[in-house]
Structure formats: structure tokens, C-alpha cells
């Protein structure tokens, strides 16, 4: 049995600290009105949106030969292809690549997917030290937590809690939260990594192209040009569903993977590796994990589309003001509600609640993922496999009884005093007042609308 | 035309001049409006929650009291959407489509059936802040949502823009969510309260004295972080200014 994610109580314990929910919230709303700007400055937005869908929604539909077209292309460039089936076979490859070079050093970019095979968990015990490149999964790495968010994975924290970590971790001066001395520090620290002997180099994938065998990488800082360039071995994992039939489609979504995410017309970066420098080696990983699986699921199948780009985390009030690390995954926010279920039901079968159902998630998907629907329907598949909290699947009941019922139902609010006490139990699941503690109750009105109604409008007017 | 009035239960309980006000609007629009006593509630409540069994009798009870209808209007999108996207939980009838096809929101009825846009016996001096309900806007289609690139328009704003001395405030986040999310109110509390506090203040800084909106849900829950916090902010549904409350 797995334990379950709480997600109101770890998003309460980041509500408690005001300085940091006012500065996330304001920083990612910040990101929402530059997405919002740079869609607005490209008229074809809608129409790029409903083509990288449709790119995706094929592709995914006929994965297997992609995938099968990508390998060919990739072998005939010297790539040596790979396929794991799941997370652990994933870790045991690269520590196979590693230990058999001799390798003991892994420098690498960020990868959600390797945060989600949690292989540096795997490596680290069996000698390998791993080094995080990305300032913000670096931060992240530092501080022994998962990243808050897909794009920028320490946005929970304030500078201050930078500086106190990396005086902590890497001698920095604590009292010293300048950005800029912060960044080059970090830089300092993980630059000479890269040149050291046996150290190989690992990147994630934004893009497998299936025509050209390619794999696109974007970022802003540079780090995955330098982790898949000077090392004698690069390692690329890629999650299947990162195929795009062909290099022309490319396009589509780097015209919208950082306007979407960040704002920004483009990343600092789009690098294209396909093939290993003369005298070093590439290696492509292609991972499943779960991902075959949830194609198979009728509902749930199009969060396959999802490109990575933060966008529905961006808009989404509730995840600015509970943080990343409440929803207890690699994947938070809107995407995560509804990815994370199917890796294990149980375990995040609270985080499909963690929402309010506002859509606005689903408006700014750049390929038109239905997020919101699906999140309603993963409560569906919850509640019907009793999943819900004993507490509220019993108030669920009786409140269906009470309104299935309008003799029950006029008998409950007959007396407004009880009204009061007793209605919101039932419509608003409340055995504690949980509502009162922070909220005034609404005032007890002299009567309900049926009886006004009986009194003046029964009788002829 | 047969029209039905369709009163939410947590207005028929706490709130029934909301649903005063929207018989008596409609009744001024000449229309002969009945209202089926033995009406309970949409299901949302159970149906929200994923509780689809547990909704089945509340969902049955609604349909065959507004079955003999040709429109059933409520003051409530959120209510309405449940209505017309996910009263799924019984048997898809003949009655259940109908009932499905004939509900409306007050808003988009009087906007797109009755088209109406004038007000004349109404008259709301006063800075309001529309809240739209993400249910108004982004299930409904009531409004633009800030983060569509589209052509604006806003269904409440325009009847409400047909009352004499009324004057709109603009928060600084057009159209962010208050955070009510029916039992997410309760199941997350923190982070409930915490959305609908920053709601209110939002409002309050652009100089709003009302906080006018078509869903009395999303109010309840602001009405309650504000009193709470004792800031000076007032509430009211589209319907009664509409119908012609001063105040």
C-alpha cells in the first residue's frame, strides 16, 4: 500500500509562510501575463495550438511506427538505441553505460524523466555522483527535494533560501542574496565537472524527431550543449511519447514551448544532437514507464500530448498558492493531477481535488490538452474505486439521500436555525467546520425561498 | 413559452431574495414563470466530487420536475453547467437530454433567449467588481477568458452595462478564480480561503464597493473571507441588481 499524498495539509504547511506564497503567486502570474502577451503577438496562437495537437494526437496514434522510424534513423547516425520498459530499467542502462567505462562522474542537464525514474537515487549509492547543471534542479538536488516546477524547479524559493542552501552546500556567502552572485557561484561550482575525466554527459529530449533520428533539446542556460559535448558519452532519455513525425513539425512547438511556459519567443538554446562526435559515443534511451499503458486509456490517453512547458502550473491559483512539492511528484500543478494517477491511483488520489475546476489550465495547453475534464473524471474513477476519504464518502452519501429525497430535503431546512447548522454539513462536507475557521457563515435569512413563494405567489396577486 | 424557475438549494436556504429577485425580474419581462416545489438540488454537490451514484436521486428528482418545461432557469452557471455538462449520472432519457438542452443560466437567458439589454427600472449607483464564475466563464461562455485571444465580449457586463449610474472597477486579475471549487472549499480549506482573501482585496484595490457576480457560491465564500477579515466589501447577485436593488 502506498501512502497517500496529502495535498491540503502540505499546501497548508507552504500557506504558512506569507513572504513565500505572495512571492510564487506573483511570480508565476507573472509568467501567465508574458504567455499571454506572446500569444497575443503571434495572430495564428489558435491555430498553432489546434496543429500541435494534431501533430501530437498522430503521432500518438501511431506510435509504434515512429518510434520504429526514429531507431532506424537514429542507428544509422552511430546512436546506440536502447528501450526500457520501466523506470528501473531505465537507471540499470545508464549505470550499465557507466560502470562499464568506468565512468564515475554523471554531469546533466534537466530531465524530468530521469526525476521521474528517480535515477539519481538509483546511481548515487552504486558510486556515481551525479551533478544537476540547471541552476534551478541543481538548487533543487542541493536541497534533497523533487523540483517544484517543470520549467524553473525552485520557484518556491525565495533568494534568501538559495543563499542560506548554498552557503550550506557549496561555501557561499549566506548573507549574500545578489541573483547574479548566486548563478555564477552555482556555475563555478558545476563548470569544472564537466572537464574532469570519467565524467559522461546526460540530457533529457524535448523533441525525437522520427524523420531525422534527431534529438532536440531547449534550455536557457547552455548546460545541456556543454553535458552532451565534452564528455566522451552522451546520454539522451526520452520518454516515447516526445516523437514528432518530422522535422518540419518542429516548428510548431518551438514557437510555442517558451512563449507558453516562460514568455519568451524562444529558449536561449534548441540543440539538435543526432549523431556522436568522431571518437565518443551516443546513446539514446526510450522509456516507457507507464506511458503504453495510459495510451490505452480511453479518458486519459491526450495528457500524452503534454510537451513540458508549465503553462497550466502558471495559470493555475491553486497551485501558486500551494507550491510544487505539495502534489508530491516529479509532475505538479494541473498536468500532474492528472499524469500522476496513473503511475499509482492510491497514492495521488487526492491531487484530482486539488483543483477548482476553473479550466483555465486547459485555455493555455499548447496542444490542447482537455486538463480540467480529465481531472473531473479521475474523481469519477476515484470515487468508484472507493478511494475516497471514509469521512467525505460518508457525507457524499447521505447528502445524495437528502436531495434525492424533497420530503428529507424540506424537513432538513425547515427550521433555518438547524438550516444553518445542519446544510452546509451535508452540501459543503463540514463535520468540523472546517468552513468557519476562517470564513463568517452567511447570514440566517427570515425564511426560505419555497415558503416566500407559498406565501406570495399561491395566493392571487 | 414554458418557463421554469430552477432555485439552487443553498439559495432556496440561505439566500432567497437571489431568487426572489429572479422571479420577479423575469415576471417584469413578461413572462409566466413556475416554480416545481418539489425541487431539491442539480447533483453537483456528489457529482463534483466524483460521487456519481450518490448524485443519481438528485439528478432524477430535478429532471422530472422540470421535465414539462421548455426553458429551466436558474441564477446559477455553475449549477446550470452541471446541468447541461455532467448530469450524467442516470439514464440519458428523452426527459434527460430535454432537461439538459432547456436549462440555462439567468444571464445567458435573459442575453441570448430574451436578448434583452435594457434595464430601465433599475439603477445602481455605485463601483462594482463582476466576478465572473470560472463556471460563467470558461464552461458557460459567458465572457472572454483574459487568456483567450479573442475578440472581447462579456454577456453579464452587458445587461449589467443596461443599468442606470453603475460604473465597473477593474481588478488588477481580471478574471483569477476565488477559489470556492464547491467541497474544495472544505477539502482545501487553506488554500480556499487563501484565493478568495486575495480575491476580495483585488477587487477592494481597484475601489469596488460591491462585488457583483451571477454565482452566489463564489460570493458566499468571498462574503465569508471578508467578514472574516473585516474588510468593507459588499456582495449582491446579478439578479437583484437587475431587478432594480439600490443597495
Redesign the interface.
Given at each position: 500500500m502506498s501512502k497517500r499524498v496529502d495535498h491540503a495539509k502540505a499546501a497548508g504547511n507552504f500557506l504558512a509562510k506569507p513572504d513565500h506564497v505572495s512571492f510564487h503567486d506573483r511570480r508565476l502570474w507573472d509568467l501567465r501575463l508574458k504567455r499571454d502577451a506572446q500569444a497575443r503577438g503571434l495572430p495564428e496562437w489558435e491555430t498553432l495550438r489546434d496543429l500541435a495537437s494534431g501533430i501530437k494526437e498522430h503521432t500518438l496514434s501511431h506510435l509504434a511506427q515512429y518510434v520504429e522510424q526514429f531507431v532506424d534513423a537514429a542507428e544509422g547516425n552511430g546512436v546506440v538505441v536502447h528501450f526500457a520498459a520501466d523506470a528501473r530499467e531505465h537507471n540499470e542502462i545508464v549505470f550499465s553505460l557507466l560502470s562499464e567505462r568506468g565512468m564515475t562522474t554523471l554531469v546533466k542537464s534537466k530531465s524530468m524523466l530521469t526525476d521521474e525514474c528517480a535515477m539519481r537515487a538509483h546511481l548515487e549509492p552504486r558510486g556515481i555522483v551525479v551533478m544537476e547543471t540547471d541552476l534551478g534542479e541543481r538548487i533543487q538536488q542541493l536541497d534533497n527535494q523533487d523540483p517544484s516546477h517543470m520549467v524553473v524547479p525552485a520557484v518556491h524559493k525565495l533568494r534568501s533560501d538559495v543563499a542560506e542552501l548554498f552557503g550550506r552546500t557549496i561555501g557561499t556567502d549566506p548573507a549574500n542574496s545578489d541573483i547574479h552572485y548566486l548563478a555564477e557561484s552555482q556555475r563555478m561550482d558545476t563548470r569544472p565537472h564537466f572537464l574532469r575525466d570519467k565524467t559522461a554527459g546526460m540530457t533529457g529530449c524535448n523533441f525525437a524527431v522520427a524523420e531525422t533520428g534527431t534529438v532536440v533539446v531547449c534550455t536557457n542556460e547552455g548546460n545541456a550543449d556543454l553535458s552532451a559535448n565534452i564528455p566522451p558519452l552522451h546520454i539522451a532519455s526520452i520518454g516515447i511519447e516526445k516523437l514528432i513525425p518530422r522535422l518540419s513539425d518542429l516548428g510548431v512547438f518551438i514557437r510555442m514551448l517558451s512563449r507558453s511556459g516562460l514568455g519568451s519567443p524562444i529558449t536561449q538554446y534548441t540543440s539538435h544532437f543526432r549523431s556522436p562526435r568522431p571518437g565518443t559515443e551516443m546513446h539514446f534511451i526510450l522509456v516507457d514507464n507507464g506511458r503504453s499503458e495510459r495510451l490505452a486509456m480511453e479518458d486519459f490517453w491526450p495528457s500524452l500530448k503534454c510537451i513540458r512547458c508549465g503553462a497550466c502550473m502558471n495559470t493555475c491559483p491553486v497551485y501558486r498558492r500551494s507550491g510544487g512539492l505539495s502534489y508530491g511528484s516529479t509532475y505538479s500543478g494541473p498536468i500532474g493531477a492528472i499524469i500522476n494517477p496513473t503511475f499509482d491511483l492510491q497514492r495521488f488520489s487526492a491531487l484530482p481535488f486539488a483543483s477548482t475546476l476553473n479550466g483555465s489550465c486547459t485555455s493555455v495547453c499548447p496542444v490542447r490538452i482537455n486538463i480540467h475534464e480529465q481531472i473531473y473524471k479521475w474523481r469519477e474513477v476515484i470515487s468508484a474505486r472507493h478511494e475516497t476519504p471514509f469521512v467525505k464518502a460518508e457525507v457524499l452519501k447521505m447528502a445524495g439521500r437528502l436531495l434525492a429525497s424533497p420530503t428529507l430535503y424540506r424537513a432538513t431546512i425547515a427550521s433555518l436555525g438547524g438550516a444553518l447548522k445542519r446544510l452546509p454539513n451535508f452540501l459543503l462536507y463540514n463535520p468540523l467546520n472546517i468552513w468557519g475557521r476562517q470564513r463568517d457563515l452567511p447570514d440566517a435569512p427570515v425564511q426560505t425561498f419555497r415558503d416566500w413563494y407559498r406565501e406570495n405567489r399561491k395566493q392571487p396577486r | 413559452m414554458k418557463v421554469a424557475l430552477f432555485?439552487p438549494?443553498?439559495?432556496?436556504?440561505?439566500?432567497?431574495?437571489v431568487?426572489?429577485a429572479t422571479?420577479e425580474l423575469l415576471e417584469r419581462l413578461g413572462l409566466d414563470v413556475d416554480?416545481p416545489?418539489?425541487?431539491?438540488?442539480c447533483?453537483q454537490?456528489?457529482a463534483?466530487?466524483?460521487?456519481?451514484?450518490?448524485?443519481?436521486?438528485?439528478e432524477?428528482?430535478f429532471v422530472s420536475n422540470f421535465a414539462g418545461y421548455d426553458y429551466v432557469v436558474g441564477p446559477s452557471a455553475s449549477c446550470i453547467n452541471h446541468v447541461r455538462s455532467?448530469l450524467t449520472a442516470i439514464e440519458q432519457t428523452a426527459s434527460v437530454r430535454h432537461v439538459r438542452a432547456a436549462a440555462y443560466d439567468l444571464t445567458e437567458f435573459l442575453h441570448d433567449v430574451l436578448d434583452v439589454r435594457e434595464f430601465p427600472w433599475a439603477e445602481f449607483p455605485h463601483r462594482v467588481g463582476l466576478h465572473n464564475s470560472?463556471s460563467a466563464?470558461?464552461?458557460l461562455r459567458q465572457a472572454t477568458?483574459?487568456?483567450?485571444?479573442?475578440p472581447p465580449f462579456s454577456k453579464p457586463r452587458a445587461l449589467l452595462e443596461g443599468v442606470k449610474g453603475i460604473e465597473f472597477v477593474a481588478p488588477s486579475?481580471p478574471d483569477?478564480?476565488c477559489?470556492?471549487?464547491g467541497?474544495?472549499?472544505?477539502?482545501?480549506?487553506?488554500?480556499?480561503?487563501?484565493?478568495?482573501q486575495?480575491r476580495v482585496r483585488d477587487h477592494l484595490a481597484a475601489g469596488a464597493e460591491y462585488i457583483v457576480s451571477g454565482d452566489m457560491s463564489c460570493l458566499?465564500?468571498q462574503?465569508?473571507?471578508a467578514?472574516?477579515m473585516k474588510l468593507n466589501a459588499r456582495f449582491i447577485h446579478i439578479a437583484q441588481i437587475l431587478n432594480g436593488a439600490r443597495a
Amino acid at each position: 500500500m502506498s501512502k497517500r499524498v496529502d495535498h491540503a495539509k502540505a499546501a497548508g504547511n507552504f500557506l504558512a509562510k506569507p513572504d513565500h506564497v505572495s512571492f510564487h503567486d506573483r511570480r508565476l502570474w507573472d509568467l501567465r501575463l508574458k504567455r499571454d502577451a506572446q500569444a497575443r503577438g503571434l495572430p495564428e496562437w489558435e491555430t498553432l495550438r489546434d496543429l500541435a495537437s494534431g501533430i501530437k494526437e498522430h503521432t500518438l496514434s501511431h506510435l509504434a511506427q515512429y518510434v520504429e522510424q526514429f531507431v532506424d534513423a537514429a542507428e544509422g547516425n552511430g546512436v546506440v538505441v536502447h528501450f526500457a520498459a520501466d523506470a528501473r530499467e531505465h537507471n540499470e542502462i545508464v549505470f550499465s553505460l557507466l560502470s562499464e567505462r568506468g565512468m564515475t562522474t554523471l554531469v546533466k542537464s534537466k530531465s524530468m524523466l530521469t526525476d521521474e525514474c528517480a535515477m539519481r537515487a538509483h546511481l548515487e549509492p552504486r558510486g556515481i555522483v551525479v551533478m544537476e547543471t540547471d541552476l534551478g534542479e541543481r538548487i533543487q538536488q542541493l536541497d534533497n527535494q523533487d523540483p517544484s516546477h517543470m520549467v524553473v524547479p525552485a520557484v518556491h524559493k525565495l533568494r534568501s533560501d538559495v543563499a542560506e542552501l548554498f552557503g550550506r552546500t557549496i561555501g557561499t556567502d549566506p548573507a549574500n542574496s545578489d541573483i547574479h552572485y548566486l548563478a555564477e557561484s552555482q556555475r563555478m561550482d558545476t563548470r569544472p565537472h564537466f572537464l574532469r575525466d570519467k565524467t559522461a554527459g546526460m540530457t533529457g529530449c524535448n523533441f525525437a524527431v522520427a524523420e531525422t533520428g534527431t534529438v532536440v533539446v531547449c534550455t536557457n542556460e547552455g548546460n545541456a550543449d556543454l553535458s552532451a559535448n565534452i564528455p566522451p558519452l552522451h546520454i539522451a532519455s526520452i520518454g516515447i511519447e516526445k516523437l514528432i513525425p518530422r522535422l518540419s513539425d518542429l516548428g510548431v512547438f518551438i514557437r510555442m514551448l517558451s512563449r507558453s511556459g516562460l514568455g519568451s519567443p524562444i529558449t536561449q538554446y534548441t540543440s539538435h544532437f543526432r549523431s556522436p562526435r568522431p571518437g565518443t559515443e551516443m546513446h539514446f534511451i526510450l522509456v516507457d514507464n507507464g506511458r503504453s499503458e495510459r495510451l490505452a486509456m480511453e479518458d486519459f490517453w491526450p495528457s500524452l500530448k503534454c510537451i513540458r512547458c508549465g503553462a497550466c502550473m502558471n495559470t493555475c491559483p491553486v497551485y501558486r498558492r500551494s507550491g510544487g512539492l505539495s502534489y508530491g511528484s516529479t509532475y505538479s500543478g494541473p498536468i500532474g493531477a492528472i499524469i500522476n494517477p496513473t503511475f499509482d491511483l492510491q497514492r495521488f488520489s487526492a491531487l484530482p481535488f486539488a483543483s477548482t475546476l476553473n479550466g483555465s489550465c486547459t485555455s493555455v495547453c499548447p496542444v490542447r490538452i482537455n486538463i480540467h475534464e480529465q481531472i473531473y473524471k479521475w474523481r469519477e474513477v476515484i470515487s468508484a474505486r472507493h478511494e475516497t476519504p471514509f469521512v467525505k464518502a460518508e457525507v457524499l452519501k447521505m447528502a445524495g439521500r437528502l436531495l434525492a429525497s424533497p420530503t428529507l430535503y424540506r424537513a432538513t431546512i425547515a427550521s433555518l436555525g438547524g438550516a444553518l447548522k445542519r446544510l452546509p454539513n451535508f452540501l459543503l462536507y463540514n463535520p468540523l467546520n472546517i468552513w468557519g475557521r476562517q470564513r463568517d457563515l452567511p447570514d440566517a435569512p427570515v425564511q426560505t425561498f419555497r415558503d416566500w413563494y407559498r406565501e406570495n405567489r399561491k395566493q392571487p396577486r | 413559452m414554458k418557463v421554469a424557475l430552477f432555485v439552487p438549494c443553498f439559495i432556496d436556504a440561505f439566500y432567497p431574495g437571489v431568487g426572489i429577485a429572479t422571479l420577479e425580474l423575469l415576471e417584469r419581462l413578461g413572462l409566466d414563470v413556475d416554480y416545481p416545489e418539489e425541487q431539491t438540488c442539480c447533483g453537483q454537490p456528489m457529482a463534483n466530487s466524483g460521487a456519481q451514484k450518490e448524485a443519481a436521486g438528485a439528478e432524477a428528482v430535478f429532471v422530472s420536475n422540470f421535465a414539462g418545461y421548455d426553458y429551466v432557469v436558474g441564477p446559477s452557471a455553475s449549477c446550470i453547467n452541471h446541468v447541461r455538462s455532467h448530469l450524467t449520472a442516470i439514464e440519458q432519457t428523452a426527459s434527460v437530454r430535454h432537461v439538459r438542452a432547456a436549462a440555462y443560466d439567468l444571464t445567458e437567458f435573459l442575453h441570448d433567449v430574451l436578448d434583452v439589454r435594457e434595464f430601465p427600472w433599475a439603477e445602481f449607483p455605485h463601483r462594482v467588481g463582476l466576478h465572473n464564475s470560472c463556471s460563467a466563464l470558461r464552461h458557460l461562455r459567458q465572457a472572454t477568458a483574459s487568456e483567450i485571444d479573442e475578440p472581447p465580449f462579456s454577456k453579464p457586463r452587458a445587461l449589467l452595462e443596461g443599468v442606470k449610474g453603475i460604473e465597473f472597477v477593474a481588478p488588477s486579475r481580471p478574471d483569477e478564480c476565488c477559489g470556492f471549487g464547491g467541497t474544495f472549499s472544505v477539502t482545501e480549506e487553506a488554500v480556499s480561503v487563501r484565493m478568495g482573501q486575495d480575491r476580495v482585496r483585488d477587487h477592494l484595490a481597484a475601489g469596488a464597493e460591491y462585488i457583483v457576480s451571477g454565482d452566489m457560491s463564489c460570493l458566499m465564500h468571498q462574503q465569508g473571507c471578508a467578514d472574516r477579515m473585516k474588510l468593507n466589501a459588499r456582495f449582491i447577485h446579478i439578479a437583484q441588481i437587475l431587478n432594480g436593488a439600490r443597495a
